[in-house]
T-cell receptor
Framework: SQQGEEDPQALSIQEGENATMNCSYKTSINNLQWYRQNSGRGLVHLILIRSNEREKHSGRLRVTLDTSKKSSSLLITASRAADTASYFC??????????FGEGTQLTVNP | GAVVSQHPSRVICKSGTSVKIECRSL??????MFWYRQFPKKSLMLMATSNEGSKATYEQGVEKDKFLINHASLTLSTLTVTSAHPEDSSFYICSAPGVRENYNEQFFGPGTRLTVL
């Protein structure tokens, strides 16, 4: 399978806590993207990190990329109940094709 | 801007019928669109790349005759599930690449839930 792996598969935390999700991939990439999906809905783009970048911030999101280990992490700080969703990493290779990881189901309890 | 729509959002059909799903880029042109399939609690699997004015490129293991793709204009791609069977029941999502700030971004449609009885 070309898909990457994410861990944990499921994460349950309390509101206000930080959530960290990890993603590993197998091939060389142009960039790595993180998406959010609410149950039964389409995907929402969260953040993109290029292959020559190591860390990127956007609001409460922090993404890191380690190309030597072919891994990335997404940190959501000060989580809210509304952050409850599935989170996917996706590697962009040639031709804008995206290969998605297995996803992490995040539950933030009020 | 950069909105992608899908129609219908839900469809229930009998086994053996064909179902057409539309994917439209509403405010930008897309020479390329992508079709994904997602099973419950699973990730997205790329099915095919839809190319305006030419044949679609299918991923390994995806049946071309089963999943017909037509990209007739710069804003519309259609996926037709032919002779649908219960195992075709899934969530189908399309996307189109656009430009946000200074990088390419994929804009996803809201998805179509197909249930084959």
């Amino acid at each position: 399978s070309q898909q990457g792996e994410e861990d944990p598969q499921a994460l349950s935390i309390q509101e206000g806590e930080n959530a960290t999700m990890n993603c590993s991939y197998k091939t060389s990439i142009n960039n790595l993207q993180w998406y959010r999906q609410n149950s039964g809905r389409g995907l929402v783009h969260l953040i993109l990190i290029r292959s020559n970048e190591r860390e990127k911030h956007s609001g409460r999101l922090r993404v890191t990329l380690d190309t030597s280990k072919k891994s990335s992490s997404l940190l959501i700080t000060a989580s809210r109940a509304a952050d409850t969703a599935s989170y996917f990493c996706a590697q962009e290779t040639s031709g804008s094709r995206l290969t998605f990881g297995e996803g992490t189901q995040l539950t933030v309890n009020p | 801007g950069a909105v992608v729509s899908q129609h219908p959002s839900r469809v229930i059909c009998k086994s053996g019928t064909s179902v057409k799903i539309e994917c439209r880029s509403l405010d930008f042109q897309a020479t390329t669109m992508f079709w994904y399939r997602q099973f419950p609690k699973k990730s997205l699997m790329l099915m095919a790349t839809s190319n305006e004015g030419s044949k679609a490129t299918y991923e390994q293991g995806v049946e071309k005759d089963k999943f017909l793709i037509n990209h007739a204009s710069l804003t519309l791609s259609t996926l037709t599930v032919t002779s649908a069977h219960p195992e075709d029941s899934s969530f189908y999502i399309c996307s189109a690449p656009g430009v946000r700030e200074n990088y390419n971004e994929q804009f996803f449609g809201p998805g179509t839930r197909l249930t084959v009885l």
